[in-house]
Structure formats: C-alpha cells, structure tokens
C-alpha cells in the first residue's frame, strides 16, 4: 500500500466525508479509495476492463454466420 500526504480543498473534504458516512466506511482513505475506483470504472477503456474481456471470449465461441457477399447480408437482416 502507498502511503501519500494531501492537501485538499475544502469541498473536496465535504465531498469525503459524504462517500466517508453514506457508505459507512472506517477512515477518508477509504472514501478517496471508493471515489478512485468508481471514477476509475468510467473512465478506463472498454478492452482494460475484464468484464470487456469475458464478453469477448464469449463472443469467440458462438457460431459464425457466412455470406457470400454483401447482397446475402443485405438480404438476411431485411437492410
């Protein structure tokens, strides 16, 4: 674990101490811990993400669907 000295503004000290008593959580580490990861979700890229991941190699073992060409594909999904 990595140990850091922070300064904070005030409102972000509010904002702490909210995550800190909604999710019943022991210290301000833990809030800055649980807003890190939540923000982190969103802003990761989509291929880092391991449920990314599953879903890939779930999609890897369906069956594939071949056309001969782009009429045929046209013609199976009515485009």
């Known amino acids: 674990m990595v140990r850091a000295m922070i300064d904070i503004p005030e409102e972000a000290n509010h904002i702490l101490n909210i995550v800190k008593a909604k999710h019943n959580l022991k210290d301000k580490s833990e809030a800055i811990t649980k807003v890190i990861i939540e923000y982190g979700e969103d802003i990761l890229e989509p291929e880092l993400r391991p449920e990314f991941?599953?879903?890939?190699?779930?999609?890897?073992?369906?069956?594939?669907?071949?056309?001969?060409?782009?009429?045929?594909?046209?013609?199976?999904?009515n485009l």
């Open 53 to 77: 991941i599953e879903k890939l190699k779930l999609i890897s073992k369906e069956r594939t669907i071949k056309f001969k060409d782009l009429e045929d594909f046209k013609k199976r999904y």
